[in-house]
């Protein structure tokens, strides 16, 4: 079974945001936005209705990434170990 190292605090990423290049900050996963119980639930069962091609296959977290700047937010695949 694969993790992200980001939500299991093994390490951290630094995103430049793509309009103003600050650094973006993580707000977590993109599953945890779906509903108030969606941390709660499956994470392999949830990737099948993200809206994300492959993540499941490929074994990819996707993170939503928000830029205090000039407000763009960024959804990236993390590769989970």
Known sequence: M???PICNGLTSVEIQCEQCHS???DKGRLLDYFDDYSAYLDIDGMKLFDGITDDQKNNQCPHV???YQCHMEN????DEI
């Open 2 to 4: 694969a993790m992200c």
């Open 23 to 25: 650094e973006m900050s």
């Open 65 to 67: 990434f928000y830029c």
């Open 75 to 78: 959804t990236i695949l993390i």
